[in-house]
């Protein structure tokens, strides 16, 4: 056994702070943390492969020399970018792995208690609209137009069955909104009865239809759990393609709320990227160099927009383009060894740089928009309890204003999500 990084992580049992360990074991990676009331725990890291761990520590700063303070279980900086926004309490839904389990008895903010909190955040460039689902708000639409009418970015997260509506999707266009986030779990019937209780494809199929017919930009959120729908990572891929899907979130089973006493059925994020790379026939190497290029572009617009640059993910992403016998990474393209060779140099300059970021990063939005073959696919594991890791969180991206603490808190979605 070697160990890799000391850290701190929670008890699964009483929720408090302890110690823990991050160890390799015949080429595996665990997390073990001892809490003195209930125990030992060992849970296997959202890096569990070894290989794909060290050479992601050579892009990002995985092994911490000092643990990580309690404090950064909320992010205090306030750098972010985007926040989730605590929107609604309700669901049209009553799905088996629902995170968030019971939903009574819970306040849900009116529409000036929601808008309050964001006009305290000036800082504030972006705010997804999510918690449960967005859309059984009546006022959704006219809260869309004042969060637009304050210089946001505002995006929906929703799992889509309201906008197999075309009437209500065109009003959703009409909000102003910039992009819609739909979960989609697969093109068969199967992972819809494992995962939402009922058969939501013909529905989410519509609704992807509508997004495309009124012109909604719009990504997948494709939701994994082994044995039910991992063996379609590839024909999704197919559809994005077909559908000139431009982002796609491949994440695993969260083990959580109501899915929390599920024996199995979680992925690790490592495990999702080999899974990926057999279907896709795309090397873990060529996700790696994908993975630099999102580094370098990551931290250059963080530095240009004076923000906190991250140094540790939980996630890997890959750009995908189409050939004639399926598909292969951009890293294989001459324009992508370009771009990082041009982005590497421009790290390298970036203080002289600094004084024409505004155009720079104009330039970069108008060169992603030339990219419409390319598909930029994120294969994540949200931390659970049997695996959470704080040095992983004080870099964490997906934030969310939890109006439920007494301050308004921003903190981690893992830890949210954990009701941490």
């Given at each position: 056994?070697?160990?890799?990084?000391?850290?701190?992580?929670?008890?699964?049992?009483?929720?408090i702070?302890?110690?823990a360990?991050?160890?390799?074991?015949k080429?595996?990676?665990?997390?073990?943390?001892?809490?003195?009331k209930?125990g030992?725990?060992?849970g296997?890291?959202?890096?569990?492969?070894?290989?794909?761990?060290?050479?992601?520590?050579?892009?990002?700063?995985?092994?911490s020399?000092?643990?990580?303070?309690?404090?950064?279980?909320?992010?205090?900086d306030?750098?972010?970018f985007?926040?989730?926004?605590?929107?609604?309490?309700?669901?049209?839904?009553?799905?088996p792995?629902?995170?968030?389990?019971?939903r009574?008895?819970?306040?849900?903010?009116n529409?000036?208690?929601?808008l309050?909190?964001?006009e305290?955040?000036?800082?504030?460039?972006?705010?997804?609209?999510?918690?449960?689902?967005p859309t059984?708000?009546?006022?959704?639409?006219?809260?869309?137009?004042?969060l637009?009418?304050?210089?946001?970015?505002?995006s929906?997260?929703?799992?889509?069955?309201k906008?197999?509506?075309?009437?209500?999707?065109?009003?959703?266009?009409?909000?102003?909104?910039?992009e819609?986030a739909?979960?989609?779990?697969?093109l068969?019937?199967?992972?819809?009865?494992?995962?939402?209780?009922?058969?939501?494809?013909e529905?989410?199929?519509?609704?992807?239809?509508?997004?495309?017919?009124?012109g909604?930009?719009?990504?997948?959120?494709?939701?994994?759990m082994?044995?039910v729908?991992?063996?379609?990572?590839?024909?999704?891929?197919d559809f994005?393609?077909k559908?000139?899907?431009?982002?796609l979130?491949?994440?695993?089973?969260f083990?959580?709320?109501?899915?929390?006493?599920?024996?199995?059925?979680?992925m690790?994020t490592?495990?999702i990227?080999?899974?990926f790379s057999?279907?896709?026939?795309v090397?873990?190497?060529?996700?790696?160099?994908c993975?630099?290029?999102?580094?370098?572009?990551?931290?250059?617009?963080?530095f240009?927009?004076?923000?906190?640059?991250?140094?540790?993910?939980?996630?890997?992403?890959?750009?995908?383009?189409?050939?004639?016998?399926?598909?292969?990474?951009?890293?294989k393209t001459?324009?992508?060894?370009l771009?990082?060779?041009?982005?590497?140099?421009a790290?390298?300059?970036?203080?002289?740089?600094?004084?024409?970021?505004?155009?720079?990063?104009?330039?970069?939005?108008?060169?992603?928009?030339?990219?419409?073959?390319?598909?930029?696919?994120?294969?994540?594991?949200?931390?659970?309890?049997?695996?959470l890791?704080?040095?992983?969180?004080?870099?964490?991206?997906?934030?969310?204003?939890?109006?439920k603490s007494?301050?308004?808190t921003?903190?981690s979605y893992?830890?949210?999500?954990?009701?941490?």
């Amino acid at each position: 056994m070697k160990i890799l990084k000391s850290t701190l992580s929670i008890c699964p049992k009483c929720r408090i702070v302890v110690n823990a360990n991050v160890f390799e074991k015949k080429n595996e990676v665990f997390i073990t943390k001892n809490c003195e009331k209930h125990g030992r725990f060992v849970g296997k890291y959202v890096w569990s492969d070894y290989n794909i761990y060290k050479e992601l520590g050579k892009i990002y700063k995985l092994n911490s020399k000092d643990k990580p303070n309690t404090e950064s279980k909320y992010v205090r900086d306030n750098s972010f970018f985007e926040l989730i926004l605590p929107f609604t309490q309700k669901c049209n839904l009553n799905c088996p792995i629902c995170f968030v389990g019971s939903r009574k008895n819970i306040k849900e903010l009116n529409q000036r208690e929601l808008l309050k909190l964001v006009e305290q955040k000036p800082e504030l460039k972006s705010v997804a609209l999510s918690e449960m689902e967005p859309t059984t708000r009546k006022d959704l639409v006219q809260i869309i137009k004042k969060l637009k009418k304050m210089n946001l970015n505002v995006s929906l997260i929703t799992n889509g069955v309201k906008l197999s509506d075309l009437d209500y999707a065109k009003k959703i266009k009409e909000s102003g909104i910039d992009e819609v986030a739909v979960s989609f779990d697969g093109l068969t019937k199967k992972p819809y009865m494992v995962l939402r209780g009922q058969n939501l494809l013909e529905k989410k199929l519509m609704a992807i239809d509508n997004l495309k017919k009124i012109g909604i930009p719009f990504r997948l959120s494709f939701t994994l759990m082994k044995g039910v729908n991992d063996d379609q990572i590839g024909d999704i891929i197919d559809f994005c393609f077909k559908n000139n899907v431009k982002r796609l979130t491949i994440s695993s089973l969260f083990y959580g709320g109501k899915a929390r006493n599920l024996k199995s059925g979680a992925m690790t994020t490592s495990e999702i990227v080999k899974e990926f790379s057999q279907q896709c026939n795309v090397s873990v190497n060529d996700i790696l160099e994908c993975c630099k290029k999102r580094y370098l572009e990551m931290q250059l617009y963080h530095f240009f927009n004076g923000m906190k640059t991250r140094e540790k993910i939980c996630g890997m992403s890959c750009y995908l383009t189409q050939k004639e016998n399926g598909y292969q990474s951009l890293n294989k393209t001459f324009k992508f060894k370009l771009d990082l060779t041009l982005l590497a140099m421009a790290w390298k300059t970036r203080k002289i740089l600094y004084p024409f970021r505004r155009s720079l990063i104009k330039l970069n939005r108008t060169r992603k928009l030339i990219d419409k073959k390319v598909l930029d696919v994120l294969m994540l594991r949200h931390m659970d309890l049997s695996n959470l890791d704080f040095d992983l969180i004080e870099d964490c991206s997906t934030l969310v204003l939890n109006s439920k603490s007494k301050e308004d808190t921003i903190t981690s979605y893992c830890l949210f999500v954990n009701s941490i």
